[in-house]
């Protein structure tokens, strides 16, 4: 089988060197050594293991780009950048005909599936790369159409910490709001309490402390107005792992996608844990 190869894009960010590192060591891959980065990152390299990454600032990026593709032939880009750079990251990747999997949570989120839509590339979109979060979110959903209103009368509180460095409200609490509302509980995502303080994260939730500088940490709680039942659900991720391994496997999916010359198209994670 040959290698799929593919450009983490967000280098130093953690999460997108998280990446690099797993791919770096799964043969299915092979990682090519650049790495689209933002214009706050003053470094020209990164070095990931006994690998170095050349960090292309966004100045230089048309030309570079079309250096990458010329030099390394087809290949899959992945999305760890910032909020802020998604909907113009995803108008580049289209714009030079490159796939690619956007883990990156925020921006435009309609704006960024009609630019795929309107292009000649497939990609796979989803604000939660994990697995068995997004199978989680898919029993919710099913449970939401199919007992519309259950959850009628009841209150909800919805909690996230993330470590500090995330500018966003998590997408995956964004995404549960719905499936509540459709519940009968309403709602609004202007709701949900965010929590960046290590402090607090460390004293009041919590998180070990190895784990402030990267965890995901969801509750979700419902109360009855009469306060004589509650129900309360919560996912708590530690590290990156989980998101980088749900990352290598969307890869996998997107390039098979390629291969049978899927064009225009969005996938999520449910597609991908379907294989379908």
């Known amino acids: 089988m040959n290698r799929i190869r593919v450009m983490v894009n967000g280098i130093p960010g953690n999460m997108a060197s998280n990446v690099a590192r797993h791919i770096l060591v799964d043969d299915r891959f092979d990682l090519i050594s650049q790495s689209l980065t933002g214009p706050e990152i003053t470094e020209s390299e990164h070095s990931i293991g006994s690998v170095t990454i050349r ?10 780009i079309t ?31 490159l796939p690619f999997v956007m ?42 159409n199919t007992f519309p209103g259950l959850f009628k009368g009841y ?7 993330h470590q500090k460095g995330k500018a966003d409200t998590s997408g995956t609490a964004k995404a549960m709001v719905g499936y509540f509302n459709n519940l009968g509980v ?6 949900i309490r965010k929590e960046r303080d290590p402090e607090v994260q460390k004293t009041v939730w919590g998180i070990p402390e190895e784990h402030l500088a990267g965890h995901g940490w969801h509750t979700y ?4 107005n009469d306060r004589t039942v509650s129900f309360e659900f919560s996912h708590n991720v530690n590290g990156r792992d989980v ?23 969005v996938y999520t994670m449910i597609d991908v844990l379907k294989g379908s």
């Not at 309403?186 to 709701?191: K, L, N, V």
């Open 55 to 64: 960090l292309i600032h966004p100045d230089v990026r048309e030309q570079a």
């Open 67 to 97: 250096e990458i593709v010329e030099r390394e032939g087809p290949f899959i880009s992945v999305d760890y950048t910032h909020p802020s750079a998604v909907n113009g990251n995803a108008e580049f990747y289209s714009r030079h005909d």
């Open 103 to 144: 883990g990156t949570t925020g921006g435009d989120r309609k704006q960024l599936e009609d630019t795929v839509c309107s292009s000649s590339i497939p990609a796979v979109i989803a604000p939660n790369m994990a697995e068995q979060i997004v199978g989680f979110q898919a029993m919710m959903e099913w449970t939401a």
């Open 155 to 161: 209150s909800l509180e919805i909690k996230e910490s």
């Open 186 to 191: 309403p709602f609004s995502e202007e709701d």
């Open 221 to 224: 709680s419902l109360v009855s």
């Open 243 to 265: 998101y980088a391994k749900g990352t290598l496997d969307a890869i996998t999916y997107l390039h098979n996608k390629v291969q049978e010359g899927a064009k225009g198209r």
